[in-house]
């Protein structure tokens, strides 16, 4: 049996914020609500439970096994891959494809899925003076595949997928090309992603996500000071803390004990921070789901804060065959494997699949070391958050209600 070898990457996700004043008080940072303007019938909209769903399964399933590391991850760049490869997935292996990805046949179609998934990408990948995201997809094929008319034609349009051909006769030759495809589409923060190609591989399929996005008003690089982050009740590390005394959105959810705190990029994305009270962070990842999500979006409130977050860059690479079998897909990793969507033959399985994602969130020194940089709020003090113990990350896009990232930051010194 031939391999199908898909490799699932995430572009690096590279926030810059730029410092060139921090506004006064009176500046309100726009929110970014859950009911944002757009079609109530744009297809992309059936897509959101079930995205939403994946999202908070794949963090559990990545949680259990992660002891004392930091998590972080795309769940829209894992749940486009393995969408795409439904295309080409029949039988049980298309049922369990589309189950492990939260979608509910009774309440969605096949066709409606990928037709949503068309409409959320064309979506996020529009121009964005303010933000920059680039979402995308490729095929990297050996000659001697012959893909079906339909899988490719599906796959370039439903995901506007590239295909090439690759010599994968000649290991080194094709991990060079993918790898080079790659470190291109994620600006270079992503290298060498593919270490060893399985031998057997015949086809590579690719996702990339990239954002970078500037703080819609950004913390002054002259307030930033090195402070205590408790990564446990007896370990705490000095990290570089920025700080901002301003108007934040941000809710103290009481039932779950927890803080939220929204900090908006320019454009329509916004940086969620979920600040456990100490000992309950369990309590928190377990209660993760679509609803408490939306029940946070739809209870933040504009506050006077004295915030405090660390500057930091993460990142995470995951083996996703164990963690999507705790999901319930298995078959495609399997002899059983039915991809006769991709040639009519009963003879490709997936052989590996893989996610490599990174994060930096910090204020640009450069910028701010060189402007002069004045707030003035009221002489009253205001409540300090300090983000300075592990926190839950979320980087949500309003106008899709996409979760472009997700993650854990047990100990922001450790990358």
């Known amino acids: 049996m031939a391999n199908l070898y898909v490799a699932l990457l995430l572009a690096g996700l590279h926030t810059f914020a730029y410092c060139h004043r921090v506004p006064a008080h009176h500046e309100r940072e726009n929110e970014h609500h859950i009911s944002p303007k757009h079609d109530h019938n744009a297809p992309y909209l059936k897509l959101v439970p079930g995205n939403v769903d994946f999202a908070f399964k794949f963090y559990r399933a990545a949680a259990e096994g992660s002891g004392r590391n930091n998590i ?6 894992i749940s486009t891959a393995f969408s795409m490869l439904s295309l080409g997935a029949k039988s049980n292996t298309l049922r369990q494809l589309l189950s492990g990805l939260g979608f509910n046949q009774t309440d969605i179609t096949e066709h409606e899925i990928h037709e949503g998934f068309h409409h959320l990408l064309r979506k996020l990948n529009s121009p964005d003076a303010e933000h920059e995201l680039n979402i995308g997809n490729a095929l990297f094929i050996d000659e001697k595949l012959k893909p079906l008319k339909k899988f490719l034609d599906e796959t370039k349009h439903f995901y506007m997928s590239d295909v ?17 495809y790659i470190e291109e589409k994620t600006r270079g923060k992503l290298e060498d992603v593919i270490k060893g ?4 591989a015949i086809m590579v399929l690719v996702n990339y ?7 819609r008003n950004p913390f ?3 307030a930033t000071r090195e402070g205590d982050f408790f990564v446990d009740k007896h370990t705490a590390v000095r990290v570089p803390m920025m700080n901002r005394d301003g108007f934040f ?3 103290h959810d009481t039932d779950l004990s927890c803080q939220v705190v929204q900090l908006p990029y320019k454009g329509s994305a916004s940086a969620l921070f979920i600040l456990p009270d100490p000992g309950k962070m369990k309590q928190v990842e377990d209660a993760l789901n679509k609803d408490v999500l939306f029940k946070w979006l739809h209870s933040l409130r504009r506050r006077r804060i004295n915030l405090y977050v660390p500057r930091f ?3 995470g690479k995951y083996v996703l065959k164990g963690l999507m079998r705790k999901l319930g897909v298995i078959d495609v990793f399997t002899n059983n494997a039915d991809l006769s969507g991709i040639t009519r033959e009963h003879n490709l399985k997936v052989s590996k699949a893989l996610h490599q994602s990174f994060v930096n969130v910090h204020e640009n020194g450069t910028e701010a070391a060189a402007t002069t940089v004045v707030e003035i709020v009221p002489t009253s003090l205001p409540p300090e958050v300090r983000i300075n113990h592990p926190f839950l990350l979320l980087i949500h896009e309003a106008e899709t209600n996409s979760i472009l990232f997700m993650g854990k930051v047990r100990n922001p010194k450790e990358n």
Do not use: G, R, V
């Open 313 to 315: 860059s993460i990142s």
């Open 220 to 222: 002054n690089y002259e």
């Open 72 to 77: 972080f991850f795309s769940p829209l760049s």
């Open 164 to 180: 090439s051909h690759a010599n994968f006769e000649n290991p080194e030759e094709a991990t060079n090309q993918i790898n080079s």
């Open 209 to 215: 996500n990239y954002l970078k996005a500037y703080w």
């Open 249 to 251: 959105s941000s809710y």
């Open 197 to 200: 190609l399985d031998p057997e």
